[in-house]
């Protein structure tokens, strides 16, 4: 944690933000990771990876910056901005992934609110501060993401793409007739024979959380499947208090367990964190029974629009899965690319070299587990951003 974490920032970091055809004034705060994750609990826009518990573990050698931002003495919305060091101390640059978000997405000046966080991050940082400030935006539910369209118009440059970035996300503020509806027909199909199976769905308590990790374990080992996830965090997601901490679901089979989910469920966006089922589940069709069953506790126990199933690391039988679960009624959008933005020619370059080495070590990486590992290899061709599409 940054020694100034807790501190209020200098009034010279109040920005004024231009965003459409007025003027936004915000005051920016940086606060400590506790008070970090008190607040942000009740953000539309809070997702696991803006929160402090989540970040420390899951980048233990970056530190930690989390800005809240105030219109009017109200919060509107913040970013964990994450400081990266740089190799043999050549600089810092600043980190910001799937941020910044609002307090309230159904704000009427919404959007004008995100960029003018982004503003005030970008003439602190970059302005000021002399690093380079990259920003990962979300996929947007909607077919052009304004976020991403409105800072490329502020400067910002596109950078790196991820190279499977389609996210699948499931609509959940409609009926159990129009959801089974909207289903592709294999999935319906498939759904209705699991239902017929003699399966039984329970929300679990946190304590059962061993028993997932034992199931977890045999399904990585079992499918040959390289885990690029963040499971390591598991433990500290748990210990969080509501409504942080993820839900944990179970399926069983004449009472035993042969599937489990564990669901990020705070905010407008639920995410699919992890799944596990045993080699008695897909006979029985029991990850089509979990997931019908979650989606619909989710509707109905929390505040939720959208369930986010992730991605498919490249895997064509994941996407034939998630694609149709989302049906006619959800939506997969891609994850932007990265977006960079410095003002200091020095901090432009190293920047720019070190996400470009990044890149090349991951896929250098990917290509060598791939030749030597036994475990399955992904299947779909790699996606191709189509700057038009926005």
Known sequence: MSDIAGEMMQPSRAEIAAAGDSAIALAAQQVTGGEWDAIIGSFDEVCQEQMHAFASTRWPGVSQEPVVFQRGGTVVGGALVMIQPLPVGMGRMAVVKWAPMLASASAPDAEALRLAMVDSLAKDY?????????????????EINKGYVALRQRGFVRGSTLLFPNRYVVRLR???????RSFHQTWRRQLNKAE?????????????IETFKTLYAAMTERKQFPDHSAYETLDALM??????RPELFFVRHEGEIVAGALVFKAGKRAVYLYGATNDKALPLRAGYFLHWHVIRWLRDHTRAEWYDLGGTDGFQGLHQFKAGMVGTAGVIRPVPPVLNYATSP????????????????Q??????????????????EPYVWDESFK
């Not at 970059?126 to 909607?142: D, N």
């Not at 017929?196 to 059962?208: D, H, I, N, Q």
């Not at 990917?366 to 475990?375: F, G, Q």
């Open 126 to 142: 970059s302005e000021k501060r002399g690093m380079m400030l990259s920003v990962l935006l979300h996929a947007s539910a909607s």
């Open 174 to 180: 409609i009926s159990d007739d129009e959801l089974r």
């Open 196 to 208: 017929k199976s003699g399966l039984e769905f329970a929300r679990a308590e946190p304590e059962g």
């Open 239 to 244: 210990a969080l208090d509501e409504p942080l």
């Open 346 to 361: 020095w901090a432009w370059f190293i920047g720019t070299a070190a996400f470009t080495a990044r890149d090349i070590l």
């Open 363 to 380: 896929h250098t990486r990917r290509h060598i587990d791939a030749l030597r590992s036994t475990k399955a290899r992904p299947d779909q």
